[in-house]
């Protein structure tokens, strides 16, 4: 059974950085595409980035392209959300998700996945 458990988020000023970890076990993540995805209070949890099972394709939110960068290394079963340039509605608890089947062009969509982590608070403010 494939577990992920997300880490790094924090407190940080805006225009700060910030890199959120996604750690899986139980199966290797070769045969999975992540989705990073988040909530804010009181709104719907919102599609940030995914990135393929081989972690050649990838796929970014309009709020947050040339800002956060999605990475995957299957050697270590892990995957990276590199956050740069951060604004105060960034804020939110992010989430990741693992799906092993994946029309990609659905990558942002929550519904598409399976497995989903506990999430890690981000903070945006002054």
């Known amino acids: 059974q494939l577990q992920l458990v997300e880490s790094g988020g924090g407190l940080v000023q805006p225009g700060g950085s910030l890199r959120l970890y996604c750690a899986a076990s139980g199966v290797t993540l070769d045969y999975y595409a992540i989705g990073w995805f988040r909530q804010a209070p009181g709104k719907e949890r919102e599609g940030v980035s995914c990135?393929?099972?081989?972690?050649?394709?990838?796929n970014y939110a309009d709020s947050v392209k040339g800002r956060f960068t999605i990475s995957k290394d299957n050697a270590k079963n892990m995957v990276y959300l590199q956050m740069s340039s951060l604004k105060p509605e960034d804020t939110a608890v992010y989430y990741c998700?693992?799906?092993?089947?994946?029309?990609?062009?659905?990558?942002?969509?929550?519904?598409?996945?399976?497995?989903w982590g506990q999430g890690t608070q981000v903070t945006v403010a002054a």
């Open positions: 990135i393929s099972k081989g972690g050649d394709i990838t």
């Open positions: 998700g693992a799906v092993r089947h994946l029309l990609f062009s659905r990558c942002v969509l929550s519904e598409e996945y399976n497995y």
